[in-house]
Each structure stands twice: as structure tokens, then as C-alpha cells.
């Protein structure tokens, strides 16, 4: 299975893929999983996150979406939130700022009395052939963006989550199996692994679980923004099942997760990789 060849510029907007990606909109069901929860989700304008959010109404939760500037697919994510009865507040910015990071907690703060779910999902990449091509400004922001954002939003959340409160960070199957072209992106997953369990130890005596989700290709615009045209054309298909996987197939581990029913799923690792094994 492979999609036709396509290119958009960074970050990507969902309505320009070609096939458009599943977020569960016509197939997530819920049954109330996470009544009464607020959460906060990074990158939830697209893509993993959009799915997620998605769920997350349907089980019962508040949402907060952070996103950067794709304004056309947030106010999309938003529509299906409140469609599902729950309040969604949209939250723009850059979460490579530790301000905005800090802002993000705030906001959510104010608006839901407190966090019982953050979603450390935001992420960059991009493709680059060899080290000397990796210009140091990028870098320095996939690092800011990937794993520096998940410490400063968990640093401000923590102080607002009660026992039985879940933190979820989107590590990658690259942690493992790292393509040489993604270098600065696997060292960030293999980083928000690392902190998810770390999290897990510090935080246990608190009643919060840290956990994260290990994705392997997902049909997200993340690809067709960050990839030559001939990659997106093959994207997926070197994994067991032979296919990237939906943003939809995500969702029902991040709600697992976040819900009351993962009580005692503390330093996990999960992953939905098309059958890729991780260590």
C-alpha cells in the first residue's frame, strides 16, 4: 500500500493529504472512560493528537489543544470535541518556549481547575542526509520542541494533578530502530522515553503515572511536510503489516492510558508499530 508522491511545507495541513488521515471521526465510540477529566494535549490540532482529542471527548474529558499555527485544522479538532459535548479551548504558540509551555498549564488551570491528563505530543523532524546538513538552529529546536517542552509542561502541570493523575509522552519507534536521515528526532524520542520513566519513579508516591506510547509510521502531515516525495510515496511499508498506521489507531492506547483502568501502569512503554518490535 503506498500513498501518491506529496510535499507541503512544515508543519503540514491535514486537508492537503492525499489520502486524508483517520482521526476516529466516523468510528471512535466511547463509554465514558475519562468522565469528568480535563486534559491537556500538545500538537492536538493534527494528525495523533487530533485523534486522541477526538477520543478523549467521547470518553468524557475537557480538552485543551496546544498547537503552533495550523489554525484551519484546530478549529477542525475543536468542532469534533464539542460535537462530542465537551469544551475544547484552543491554545496557539511555540512549546519550544518554556514561557508558552508554562502558559499552556495556566490556561488549562484556569479554565478546567486543574490537569488530570497531559499529552506531551508536539514533535519536529526533519530528513537530512548527513550530519553536516543538520543546520544547528534545527537542531536546537527539535530538541526545545520534542523533549525540552515535555519537561517544562510537566514541571507546571505536576503542581495541579491530583492521585490517579496520568502524564503520556509520544516517544517513536526510532528510539530503537533509529534511520540514520531522522538523527536529531531519534535522540528527542529515545529522550521522552527516558523521561516517562523517570517521571514514573518520581512521581508514584504522588499518585501520578508517567507512561509513554511508541508509534512506528503513522499517516500524519508531519510526513509529507518533512520527507522527500519519494519516502512519503513508500512510507510504511518496510513494517510487518505492510502499511503506515491511522492516527485513530493510536487513540484507544492514549485513552487506556489516561484512564482509571491503567491504575497501576506506571513506566510503560507501548507500542503501535505495525508489528516492529521494541527493546
Given at each position: 500500500?503506498?500513498?501518491?508522491?506529496?510535499?507541503?511545507?512544515?508543519?503540514?495541513?491535514?486537508?492537503?493529504?492525499?489520502?486524508?488521515?483517520?482521526?476516529?471521526?466516523?468510528?471512535?465510540?466511547?463509554?465514558?472512560?475519562?468522565?469528568?477529566?480535563?486534559?491537556?494535549?500538545?500538537?492536538?490540532?493534527?494528525?495523533?493528537?487530533?485523534a486522541v482529542a477526538i477520543a478523549y471527548a467521547r470518553e468524557g474529558a475537557d480538552v485543551l489543544v496546544s498547537y503552533l499555527d495550523g489554525h484551519e485544522d484546530a478549529s477542525e479538532t475543536r468542532r469534533w470535541v464539542e460535537d462530542?459535548?465537551?469544551?475544547?479551548?484552543?491554545?496557539?504558540?511555540?512549546?519550544?518556549?518554556?514561557?508558552?509551555?508554562?502558559?499552556?498549564?495556566?490556561?488549562?488551570?484556569?479554565?478546567?481547575?486543574?490537569?488530570?491528563?497531559?499529552?506531551?505530543?508536539?514533535?519536529?523532524?526533519?530528513?537530512?542526509?548527513?550530519?553536516?546538513?543538520?543546520?544547528?538552529?534545527?537542531?536546537?529546536?527539535?530538541?526545545?520542541?520534542?523533549?525540552?517542552?515535555?519537561?517544562?509542561?510537566?514541571?507546571?502541570?505536576?503542581?495541579?494533578?491530583?492521585?490517579?493523575?496520568?502524564?503520556?509522552?509520544?516517544?517513536?519507534?526510532?528510539?530503537?530502530?533509529?534511520?540514520?536521515?531522522?538523527?536529531?528526532?531519534?535522540?528527542?524520542?529515545?529522550?521522552?522515553?527516558?523521561?516517562?520513566?523517570?517521571?514514573?519513579?518520581?512521581?508514584?508516591?504522588?499518585?501520578?503515572?508517567?507512561?509513554?506510547?511508541?508509534?512506528?509510521?503513522?499517516?500524519?502531515?508531519?510526513?509529507?511536510?518533512?520527507?522527500?516525495?519519494?519516502?512519503?510515496?513508500?512510507?510504511?511499508?518496510?513494517?510487518?503489516?505492510?502499511?503506515?498506521?491511522?492516527?485513530?489507531?493510536?487513540?484507544?492506547?492514549?485513552?487506556?492510558?489516561?484512564?482509571?483502568?491503567?491504575?497501576?501502569?506506571?513506566?510503560?512503554?507501548?507500542?503501535?508499530?505495525?508489528?516492529?518490535?521494541?527493546?
Amino acid at each position: 500500500m503506498s500513498q501518491p508522491s506529496q510535499q507541503q511545507t512544515p508543519p503540514g495541513v491535514t486537508a492537503d493529504m492525499e489520502p486524508r488521515p483517520d482521526h476516529g471521526e466516523e468510528s471512535y465510540r466511547g463509554s465514558g472512560r475519562l468522565a469528568g477529566k480535563a486534559a491537556v494535549i500538545t500538537g492536538g490540532d493534527s494528525g495523533i493528537g487530533r485523534a486522541v482529542a477526538i477520543a478523549y471527548a467521547r470518553e468524557g474529558a475537557d480538552v485543551l489543544v496546544s498547537y503552533l499555527d495550523g489554525h484551519e485544522d484546530a478549529s477542525e479538532t475543536r468542532r469534533w470535541v464539542e460535537d462530542a459535548g465537551r469544551k475544547c479551548v484552543l491554545m496557539a504558540g511555540d512549546v519550544a518556549d518554556p514561557a508558552h509551555c508554562r502558559a499552556i498549564i495556566a490556561r488549562a488551570v484556569r479554565k478546567f481547575g486543574r490537569v488530570d491528563v497531559l499529552v506531551n505530543n508536539a514533535a519536529f523532524q526533519m530528513t537530512r542526509d548527513s550530519i553536516e546538513d543538520i543546520p544547528d538552529e534545527e537542531w536546537d529546536r527539535t530538541l526545545a520542541i520534542n523533549i525540552s517542552a515535555f519537561f517544562h509542561l510537566a514541571k507546571a502541570a505536576v503542581p495541579h494533578m491530583r492521585p490517579g493523575s496520568a502524564i503520556i509522552g509520544s516517544t517513536s519507534v526510532n528510539s530503537d530502530s533509529p534511520p540514520p536521515q531522522l538523527l536529531p528526532y531519534n535522540v528527542t524520542k529515545a529522550g521522552v522515553a527516558n523521561m516517562a520513566g523517570s517521571l514514573a519513579q518520581m512521581l508514584g508516591p504522588r499518585g501520578i503515572r508517567a507512561n509513554s506510547v511508541a508509534p512506528g509510521p503513522i499517516w500524519t502531515p508531519l510526513i509529507p511536510a518533512t520527507m522527500p516525495a519519494d519516502q512519503v510515496e513508500h512510507f510504511g511499508e518496510d513494517v510487518p503489516l505492510g502499511r503506515p498506521g491511522q492516527p485513530a489507531e493510536l487513540a484507544p492506547v492514549y485513552v487506556m492510558l489516561a484512564s482509571d483502568e491503567a491504575g497501576y501502569v506506571s513506566g510503560a512503554r507501548i507500542a503501535v508499530t505495525g508489528g516492529q518490535p521494541i527493546l
